[in-house]
């Protein structure tokens, strides 16, 4: 059975930090491209930074020299780490994989909430 289950969200304040971790099961994660999507009331689901099976990184201008992917292919783990949170990234964020070969794997967590305010 695939999972993906994010943890690590929170309330914290403008200027902090918080690093999120996806924990997945059940599909070679390996082989998997990683990502960290985020979604915030009224908007739409947008990409904020993903990995690839190779280590390679892309961003989201919008968090770009803020925020930090990585992955543990041994403990099956990818981490989103933010820092200089702003109000603008509060959203519920999900940890997504996906692997294109004869057709699309793609698999979803059910995300945890990040709240920026004071």
């Known amino acids: 059975q695939v999972q993906l289950v994010e943890s690590g969200g929170g309330l914290v304040q403008p200027g902090g930090s918080l690093r999120l971790s996806c924990a997945a099961s059940?599909?070679?994660?390996?082989?998997?491209?990683m990502s960290w999507y985020r979604q915030a009331p009224g908007k739409q689901r947008e990409l904020v930074a993903a990995?690839?099976?190779?280590?390679?990184?892309n961003y989201a201008d919008s968090v770009k020299g803020r925020f930090t992917v990585s992955r543990d292919n041994g403990k099956k783990l990818v981490y989103l780490q933010m820092n200089s949170l702003k109000p603008e990234d509060t959203a519920m964020y999900y940890c997504?994989?996906?692997?294109?070969?004869?057709?699309?794997?793609?698999?979803w967590g059910q995300g945890t909430q990040v709240t920026v305010s004071s």
């Open positions: 997504n994989g996906r692997m294109i070969i004869s057709r699309t794997f793609d698999y």
């Open positions: 059940g599909f070679t994660f390996s082989n998997y491209a």
């Open positions: 990995i690839t099976s190779g280590g390679s990184t």
